[in-house]
């Protein structure tokens, strides 16, 4: 594993994570399991324990230290599992999702948008590999970035309940009972859905987490609006 990894430390990343990361590694993999990529998380500030995630050719895993830095806790999910990975870039990083067939999303953010890119051409790769039996290269292309000026606090959390309220406004008809017009709100969701790009049905995604966070929903409505975007991806 150590010539393997020879050819995976070119992106800036930690290597005092990376050499505790292979140290337990190496009694977690299965026979014929080999590492494809490993990405640290890199935060804006002194990041002193990030979380980390390694793919290999049968599986993702997620690394998250624990008890200050003592021990660390493995979740892994099957390729088999996964059914669509995304990178989502902003000035300060990136974020890599990736969601599975039992519709759960995991999210790890402020990666340095190489190693995301990375992870997301290596995870395209191998879900190709499933679907159609042989891998296809797709290389990331991300869209370019717009640097926004640095705005005050308050008018953040300005933007940001501007925005729920936005996303309140196309609530699935299913919570109403009595009305004509909720549907054919609905079915023009469901037309404008179709028309959104991956990067925009991922952004909606993400914003009905924030209003299922915030309570505004609840978690079945969340489920059935994840249901319908993903059915779009």
Known sequence: ?????????????????????????????????????????????VTILPDSIVVTNKRIILCKPKNLGLSMEFVDYDWDDIAASFVKEGILGADFTFT??????????????NQARKLYTYAKEQLDLLKNGAPITAAYTPE?????????????????????TDFAEIMPATTYT???????????????????????????????????????????????????????M
């Open 1 to 45: 594993m150590i010539d393997n990894l020879k050819k995976i430390l070119n992106e800036d990343q930690d290597p005092k994570a990376i050499e505790k990361i292979t140290s337990k590694l190496e009694n977690l993999l299965m026979s014929n399991e080999e590492v494809g990529y490993i990405a640290v998380q890199k935060k804006p500030a």
């Open 100 to 113: 599975t067939k039992s519709e759960l999303t995991h999210t790890v953010d402020y990666l340095p948008k």
């Open 144 to 164: 370019p970035i717009v640097e926004e000026p640095v705005v005050a606090e308050e008018a953040v959390e300005e933007a940001a309940v501007e925005e729920v």
């Open 178 to 232: 009595s009305y004509e017009e909720p549907k054919a709100a609905a079915a023009s969701t469901e037309r404008k859905l179709s028309e959104l790009s991956q990067d925009e049905l991922f952004e909606k995604l993400q914003n009905y987490k924030k209003l299922l966070d915030n309570g505004l929903i609840l978690q079945g409505e969340y489920d059935n609006l994840k249901k319908e975007i993903l059915s779009y």
